[in-house]
């Protein structure tokens, strides 16, 4: 972890900021970071221990997420906080007020650990990334077009937080850190995810659940969640508390599934694909809540709605070739679009069952950010 980090961060239980930061081992390349140590909410008398690098942001009723093995490697490193380190480690034990937010997340990244996230399936993922290209793939050209594209120049030399980051597959696509030249940070529940982004992609990487947002207000130049608010079980509490996240003027970037419907059981029962392997909560997100929760402060420059069953469909079929084909990736999102504008108008089976969103945090009175401009911002329903 970086120490600029810190300066961001703040106790994911009451909000507290600064936490002080006890540095117990440093790596100097390829940059200074601090290795293992803790953080200290001298409010709630929280302990957050730095384990490789990557600060790990969980309350007590992540207590099996919790990795203890800095009080048990530097126990004297504690001093005049034993008592409160003690306290600490006994709520831990216990799993002291366990929430129904954190069964549901503890459920959700057991999937994500196993599945998903292993070595092998791990390896696949990020070989596909580092093939992938711009201007082709079945949901990596909507993003660019729709988010990157338009993002990319406006977050130079800035910070964006990637909540949910996962193996941070579009990231290392369409917004690489090292070719747009920001400070990129990935948060996710899943350790196994950040430790192979932590080898693999500069950044710095934070251990942490999307609900409880570790990062103090207006701390970032931007958000952005793919994919991720569907699968929490507050998707406006989430959301808010990312945005809160922002500076003002910032940026906050959405890909999230908003329709699950039977019909699309049936398309993949149709072209033969079966029943489709999910996590134990991958829900939808009603729009009007994510035009609640960015209306009062955020003004929308793209809202577009995509993914029709046929679409879905055909990126079952023809997802490889999509990946670096462009024509068959844009005759594909014609047929799309074609499907939405006559079917979904007249049907709710055929609507989008994906919104991609951009938008900007409305500056305060007097405040200003880089990049005040943004060439072509308009905003598109579906």
């Not at 990637?162 to 747009?180: F, N």
């Not at 793209?302 to 462009?326: F, G, N, Q």
């Not at 919104?355 to 308009?378: D, I, Y």
Request: proline residues 4%; contains cysteine; glycine residues 8%.
């Amino acid at each position: 972890m970086q120490a600029f980090v810190s300066d961001l961060l703040c106790c994911p239980q009451c909000s507290t900021h600064p936490l002080e930061l006890t540095s117990l081992e440093t790596s100097e390349l390829p940059r200074p970071e601090v290795e293992t140590g803790f953080l200290f909410c001298a409010d709630c008398q929280r302990f957050y221990f730095i384990v490789e690098g990557i600060p790990r942001l969980l309350t007590e009723d992540f207590a099996e997420l919790i990795d203890l093995s800095v009080p048990e490697r530097f126990p004297d490193a504690f001093g005049a906080r034993k008592a409160q380190l003690d306290t600490f480690l006994s709520a831990v034990a216990t799993g002291r007020s366990r929430s129904a937010g954190s069964k549901w997340n503890i459920e959700d990244v057991a999937f994500w650990e196993d599945e998903v996230y292993g070595a092998q399936k791990g390896a696949e993922i990020l070989q596909r990334a580092a093939a992938a290209r711009r201007d082709a793939g079945n949901r990596t050209y909507p993003r660019e077009r729709v988010i990157f594209g338009r993002l990319r120049s406006e977050i130079r030399a800035g910070v964006m937080l990637d909540l949910g980051c996962g193996l941070a597959q579009a990231i290392r696509t369409l917004c690489h850190p090292d070719e747009v030249g920001y400070d990129y940070i990935g948060a996710d529940l899943s350790i196994s995810a950040l430790r192979t982004n932590r080898r693999t992609l500069r950044g710095n990487f934070v251990q942490c659940t999307a609900e409880r947002v570790p990062f103090r207000c207006e701390s970032v130049d931007a958000v952005v969640m793919l994919g991720t608010l569907h699968h929490l079980s507050d998707h406006e509490d989430a959301l808010r508390s990312a945005v809160a996240a922002v500076r003002p003027g910032g940026w906050i970037a959405l890909d999230e599934v908003v329709a699950r419907r039977h019909l699309m059981r049936r398309v993949r029962e149709f072209v033969g694909l079966g029943e489709e392997v999910q996590s134990v909560h991958n829900e939808s997100v009603d729009p009007a809540a994510i035009e609640r929760c960015l209306s009062d402060t955020a003004d929308t420059l793209v809202k577009t709605r995509l993914y029709s069953p046929p679409r879905a469909a055909l990126a079952h079929l023809l997802s490889a070739s999509m990946e670096t084909r462009p024509w068959l990736t844009q005759q594909v999102l014609v047929l799309d679009a074609l499907c939405l504008s006559t079917l979904g108008r007249v049907s709710p089976f055929f609507e989008g069952n994906e919104l991609l969103v951009l938008a900007r945090k409305r500056a305060r009175a007097g405040v200003t950010r880089p990049g005040e401009a943004m060439a072509g911002t308009a905003t598109s329903g579906g």
